[in-house]
T-cell receptor, first 119, second 116 residues
Framework: DTGVSQDPRHKITKRGQNVTFRCDPI?????LYWYRQTLGQGPEFLTY????????KSRLLSDRFSAERPKGSFSTLEIQRTEQGDSAMYLC?????????????????FGQGTRLTVV | AQKITQTQPGMFVQEKEAVTLDCTYD???????LFWYKQPSSGEMIFLIY??????QNATEGRYSLNFQKARKSANLVISASQLGDSAMYFC?????????????FGTGTRLKVLA
C-alpha cells in the first residue's frame, strides 16, 4: 500500500458549481478524517469517520458540505454551490485503531491533498 | 478547550546545527497525544514523532526528539544536525483521547529554513 490517495490533486471550478473529492485511505485503517487548510494556516478539522459511521463533524462543515464513507473504505467530500471562500487545500487522513497496535493513541497519515480554487 | 500555540512563524538554522521549534498546548483532558508533522512545499503532511501524555521519557525518532514538559504544557521539537531537506513547515498537533472527540488539533505552524 502506498499510503493515503486523494483525487483529484487540483480542481478549478466556477462559483456556484458542485465539486466532489475522493479519498482512499490506507487499507487497514478504519479511521478517516477530512481537514481543510488555507494558506499560512494549520489544517482545520472538518469531519471524522470510524468505519462507515460519521462520528464527528466540525461547525465549519456548513450545510453545503457533505461527506460519505459508504462501505468503510474510500470516502467522498462534496461541496455544493461553491463559494470563493471554499478555496483551500482539502486533506484526507487515516489512522489505525490504537488498540490494534497495542497503543492508546496513533498518528494520522495524510494524503497529498486536493487543492480547490473557486473562480 | 483544546488549543495548540506555535509562536515562531519562521526560523533559520545553519546546516548541521540543532534547532528547537516551540509548541505549547492547552487541554483539560488527562490523556492526550502530541504529534509533530512536517509539510514540505509539495503539500503532504509527514508524521515525525509522537508523545503520549503518560509517557515518562521524551520521544525520539532518529534526528527528531520531543522535549516534553508536562507541567509547562510544552512539547518542543528538536531537530539535530539539520539538513537542507529539513526546510519545510512544521506543525504541532494534539489529540485528546478520553474527552470524546477524535480530531487532531493543529497549530499555525513554523516555517524552517536551513541555510547552507
Amino acid at each position: 500500500d502506498t499510503g493515503v490517495s486523494q483525487d483529484p490533486r487540483h480542481k478549478i471550478t466556477k462559483r456556484g458549481q458542485n465539486v466532489t473529492f475522493r479519498c482512499d485511505p490506507i487499507s487497514e485503517h478504519n479511521r478517516l478524517y477530512w481537514y481543510r487548510q488555507t494558506l499560512g494556516q494549520g489544517p482545520e478539522f472538518l469531519t471524522y469517520f470510524q468505519n462507515e459511521a460519521q462520528l464527528e463533524k466540525s461547525r465549519l462543515l456548513s450545510d453545503r458540505f457533505s461527506a460519505e464513507r459508504p462501505k468503510g473504505s474510500f470516502s467522498t467530500l462534496e461541496i455544493q454551490r461553491t463559494e470563493q471562500g471554499d478555496s483551500a487545500m482539502y486533506l484526507c487522513a487515516s489512522s489505525l485503531e490504537p488498540l490494534r497496535q497495542g497503543r492508546w493513541d496513533t498518528e494520522a497519515f495524510f494524503g497529498q491533498g486536493t487543492r480547490l480554487t473557486v473562480v | 478547550a483544546q488549543k495548540i500555540t506555535q509562536t515562531q512563524p519562521g526560523m533559520f538554522v545553519q546546516e548541521k546545527e540543532a534547532v528547537t521549534l516551540d509548541c505549547t498546548y492547552d487541554t483539560s483532558d488527562q490523556s492526550y497525544g502530541l504529534f509533530w508533522y512536517k509539510q514540505p512545499s509539495s503539500g503532504e503532511m509527514i508524521f515525525l514523532i509522537y508523545q503520549g501524555s503518560y509517557d515518562e521519557q521524551n520521544a525520539t525518532e532518529g534526528r527528531y526528539s520531543l522535549n516534553f514538559q508536562k507541567a509547562r504544557k510544552s512539547a518542543n521539537l528538536v531537530i539535530s544536525a539539520s539538513q537542507l531537506g529539513d526546510s519545510a513547515m512544521y506543525f504541532c498537533a494534539m489529540r485528546e483521547v478520553t474527552s470524546g472527540t477524535y480530531k487532531y488539533i493543529f497549530g499555525t505552524g513554523t516555517r524552517l529554513k536551513v541555510l547552507a
